[in-house]
C-alpha cells in the first residue's frame, strides 16, 4: 500500500523561509522520480518541482532559485526547502509519486505567506 505522509508547512512572513517533508512507503522509493505539487484557492493544481531516481531536479519557473528539493533514499524521504516566500506562494502543498500508472498524492499541507 503506498502511503506519502508529509510534514511541515505552516504561516511565514514574506521573505522567511518553510521546509516540507515525506516520508515514503509501499512502493520501492529509490527508482521512482518524486514531486511536490501545489494548488491555491480556485487554481488547478501546478507543478512545484520534480526530483528522478537519480537526483536530477527540475522546477518551475516560479520557485527557481527560491525552492530545494531534495530525497533521502536511506530514510525513503523527500523534502522542499521553501526560501524567500512570497504570498503567492501561498497554497496547498502535496508529494506525489507515479507508481505503476497510478498517481499517488500525501494529504497536503497548507502553506501561508503573508505580506
Known amino acids: 500500500q503506498v502511503r506519502l505522509v508529509q510534514s511541515g508547512g505552516g504561516l511565514v512572513q514574506a521573505g522567511g523561509s518553510l521546509r516540507l517533508s515525506c516520508a515514503a512507503s509501499g512502493f520501492i522509493f529509490t527508482i521512482n522520480t518524486m514531486g511536490w505539487y501545489r494548488q491555491a484557492p480556485g487554481k488547478q493544481r501546478e507543478l512545484v518541482a520534480l526530483?528522478?531516481?537519480?537526483?536530477?531536479?527540475n522546477y518551475a519557473d516560479s520557485v527557481k532559485g527560491r525552492f530545494t528539493i531534495s530525497r533521502d533514499n536511506a530514510e525513503n524521504t523527500v523534502a522542499l526547502q521553501m526560501n524567500s516566500l512570497k504570498p503567492e506562494d501561498t497554497a496547498a502543498y502535496y508529494c506525489?509519486?507515479?507508481?505503476?500508472?497510478?498517481?499517488?498524492w500525501g494529504q497536503g499541507t497548507q502553506v501561508t505567506v503573508s505580506s
Open positions: 506525489n509519486v507515479l507508481h505503476r500508472g497510478t498517481q499517488y
Open positions: 526530483i528522478t531516481s537519480g537526483g536530477a531536479t
